[in-house]
């Protein structure tokens, strides 16, 4: 259905556009690939991995940039 199709059945009588809506709501839902459950782990542990490993890294710099900020103080005073 092209785009002029949508505007004449919208400008219809009687159309109620939100049962349109809902209608191509329905079709593009039913039309989803959803992932097996296998996939789903997967990707969820790797995803959890990924976070922890920056999480540790982001972690290290900031110990290493207020250990570097703490020896700058005590060497000025």
Do not use: C
């Given at each position: ?25 329905r ?15 997967k ?35």
């Open positions: 259905m092209n785009e002029n199709d949508k505007t004449k059945k919208n400008a219809e009588p009687g159309h109620d556009p939100v049962s349109g809506i809902v209608s191509e709501y079709t593009e839902y039913r039309r989803i690939v959803w992932p097996s459950r296998e996939i789903l782990f990707h969820t542990v790797t995803v959890i991995a990924v976070a922890l490993m920056f999480g540790a890294y982001i972690a290290l710099l900031d110990g290493a940039f207020g250990f570097g900020i703490q020896q700058l103080i005590q060497l000025v005073i």
